[in-house]
């Protein structure tokens, strides 16, 4: 969750209290993973798939799905005013971070795909990501891929290709939302609640989850003592992500 946010991600957020207490987000239609034999997940930044889909990436790994994630960018934006480390050195600190969490969730076997594009300007890029993503999505039994209304030009725009990629070699898709989170509503008339199914996770799961977050230690804690060090991923943040299950727009 990395980069220069737009407006709607600058704003004050929606507390975690108010989407817990919504009874429609409880009352999802149920996705089921049994069928589920291999699953490829693109994620914009390092993170992404923590954060949007990390227990179902657990319960994936657990059933011995072959699990592919293609990393857009190495997320070396998060911090563009920082002064403890180069852009150079988050993007090795990330993908770290990435080994890390996906040792947490039990996904260490998980195939990484590093696609090197720029962090905060994957958009300009959307020509080449398509291409690239095409041969990546072919043949697996589902896609996930952040959504392409996400708020975020590097989300929407790895979306997109993705969506369209899958389109094109007939693999079932869904999209995954992480910054929806903080700038909806319940009710939302800007999200597609009618299009939105719930994957229920295990207590095992979702604390394999939380120790994958945890693993984001340059997103969960400052770089330093400066503002533009600050943590991108505060608790508040983090409250929207500890849920018993993980919702995905089909």
Not at 12 to 27: F, I, K, M, S, V
Not at 74 to 89: C, F, K, L, M, T
Not at 110 to 122: F, K
Not at 223 to 237: K, M, N, V, Y
């Amino acid at each position: 969750m990395s980069a220069e946010p737009d407006d709607l991600i600058q704003a004050p957020g929606t507390a975690e209290e108010l989407w817990r207490a919504w009874p429609r987000l409880h009352d999802l239609e149920p996705m089921e993973l049994g069928p589920v034999r291999s699953a490829v997940v693109v994620a914009a930044h390092p993170d992404d798939e923590v954060l949007g889909l990390g227990g179902t990436l657990a319960m994936l790994a657990a059933s011995s799905a072959r699990l592919l994630l293609v990393m857009v960018t190495d997320g070396e934006a998060s911090h563009p005013g920082s002064r403890a480390v180069s852009p150079a050195g988050l993007a090795a600190i990330r993908r770290a971070e990435t080994e890390a969490g996906l040792a947490a969730l039990g996904a260490g076997n998980a195939e990484v795909i590093r696609l090197g594009l720029p962090d905060s300007g994957v958009e300009k890029h959307a020509g080449d990501l398509l291409e690239r993503l095409r041969p990546l999505v072919d043949g697996f039994d589902l896609c996930a891929a952040p959504w392409s209304r996400d708020a975020h030009p590097d989300h929407e725009a790895a979306g997109r290709a993705a969506q369209t990629a899958c389109v094109e070699a007939g693999t079932p898709f869904v999209y995954y939302p992480v910054w929806m989170w903080h700038w909806a509503r319940p009710d939302d008339a800007r999200v597609p609640w009618n299009r939105a199914a719930r994957i229920g996770l295990p207590t095992w799961a979702l604390a394999r989850k939380r120790q994958a977050i945890a693993c984001q230690a340059s997103q969960v804690n400052p770089l330093g003592e400066r503002p533009e060090d600050a943590a991108i991923l505060p608790p508040e943040e983090l409250d929207h992500f500890t849920r018993d299950f993980e919702t995905v727009l089909r």
